[in-house]
C-alpha cells in the first residue's frame, strides 16, 4: 500500500486540474446567461470542442502510463489509450448540441471509472486516480448543467 504522502495530490497537479475545469464551468454558465440561441449553440460547440481535447488529453496519460508496462500487456492498454481520441472526435461528429456532449459525458464517465478502478496499470502516481476521481466529477457536474440548460 502506498505511503499516505504518496497518496497526497501534489498542489500543482491539483491547482492545474482545477484550472482545466475552468472552460467547461464557462461554457455552462453561458448557457445559463446567454439568450440567443446562436450564442448558447456556440457556447455548447466551444464546450464540446474542448471535452474532445481534454478526453483526448486523458487518453495521451494512458498512453504515457501503458508504456512502462511489460511487451504482453501494451498492446491491449494502447488500444484502451486510443479510443478517448476517437471518441472525442466521433462526438464533434454529432449533430446538434446535445448529441456530442452527452457522448463526452459518457466517454469522461466510463474512462473515469476506468482510471480510478485500475489505479493506473503502468506507472501512475498512487495520488492520480484520486485527482482523476475529482475532476471527472467536476467535469460531469459541468456537462449536466449545460444539458439542463438546453
Do not use: K
Not at 446562436?38 to 488529453?57: C, D, N, P
Request: hydrophobic content about 60%; glycine content about 10%.
Amino acid at each position: 500500500m502506498a505511503e499516505p504522502d504518496e497518496r497526497r495530490i501534489p498542489a500543482s497537479a491539483l491547482a492545474l486540474g482545477l484550472g482545466g475545469v475552468i472552460p467547461f464551468a464557462a461554457c455552462a454558465a453561458a448557457l445559463y446567461v446567454l439568450d440567443e440561441a446562436r450564442l448558447q449553440a456556440e457556447a455548447a460547440q466551444a464546450m464540446a470542442a474542448y471535452g474532445a481535447v481534454i478526453l483526448s488529453f486523458l487518453g495521451g496519460v494512458r498512453w504515457g502510463s501503458a508504456l512502462s508496462l511489460p511487451r504482453a500487456q501494451l498492446t491491449p492498454e494502447l488500444v484502451l489509450a486510443v479510443i478517448p481520441s476517437l471518441l472525442g472526435w466521433c462526438a464533434l461528429l454529432l449533430p446538434g448540441t446535445t448529441q456530442p456532449l452527452l457522448a463526452l459525458g459518457l466517454g469522461f464517465a466510463v474512462f473515469g471509472v476506468l482510471d480510478v478502478r485500475e489505479g493506473g496499470r503502468g506507472a501512475w502516481p498512487a495520488w492520480y486516480p484520486r485527482l482523476r476521481f475529482v475532476l471527472t466529477l467536476l467535469v460531469l457536474a459541468c456537462l449536466v448543467a449545460a444539458l439542463l440548460a438546453r
